[in-house]
């Protein structure tokens, strides 16, 4: 049921899955394509030789977009994943359990078009972020119920709990009749 790049356990089930959008790769692609229109123009001006100046500049669009395309986020009821990475990969696995806090930042452009930063604080480690992701609210509160240990799903039957309410009920009537023959005693 998993990708390769993750794993589940019996009764493990993914919870939320997202991936940056690739709105993240602009400042790289527009760094790659000033390099490109700087080597273009110096090309044209100095020297043609200088067009090999194009080769990085592309390259440095091109590894923007695929470092976006390959980032990849999981959380399931047991763990939240993060794999990234162009070239090789780079997979990090954090129990729900060791989640000590999560946050999320929006930039005013963000907030516009709904993207934002979920931050997660791990005990023990470096914490993660997960960039540029859509719904970080959401995504926030959906890791506050993991770590809480909730579905949003209320454990047991409803004859469980109609069992649990007459026993609390029966202790509550025990403990009137024991206050009420103890006033009794008290007062003679």
């Known amino acids: ?33 000033l390099v490109c229109v700087a080597a273009a123009a110096a090309a044209i001006t100095v020297d043609v030789r200088l067009a090999a100046g194009v080769l990085p500049g592309g390259g440095v669009a091109v590894w923007s977009v695929l470092g976006v395309k390959r ?12 794999k990234r990475g162009v070239l090789g990969r780079s997979v990090r696995r954090v129990g729900t359990r060791k989640i000590q806090n999560t946050a999320f930042t929006q930039s005013p452009t963000g907030s516009v078009f709904g993207y ?61 009749h024991a206050d009420s023959a103890r006033g009794d005693d008290d007062a003679s």
């Not at 998993?2 to 760094?31: I, M, Y």
């Not at 980032?71 to 993060?82: D, H, N, P």
């Open 1 to 33: 049921m998993s990708d390769g790049w993750w794993f589940q356990r019996d009764g493990e089930r993914v919870v939320w899955r997202g991936t940056p959008r690739l709105s993240a790769a602009l400042p790289g692609v527009g760094l790659g394509v």
């Open 71 to 82: 980032t990849e986020f999981v959380l399931t009821t047991r763990a939240l994943w993060a």
């Open 116 to 176: 934002g930063t979920v931050t997660v604080e791990v005990a023990g480690g470096e914490e993660l972020e997960l960039r540029r992701v859509d719904d970080p609210e959401t995504v926030q509160t959906t890791l506050r119920e993991r770590m809480a240990g909730t579905d949003g799903v209320i454990p047991g039957s409803s004859d469980q709990w109609r069992s649990v309410l007459r026993l609390t009920r029966a202790i509550r009537a025990s403990v009137a």
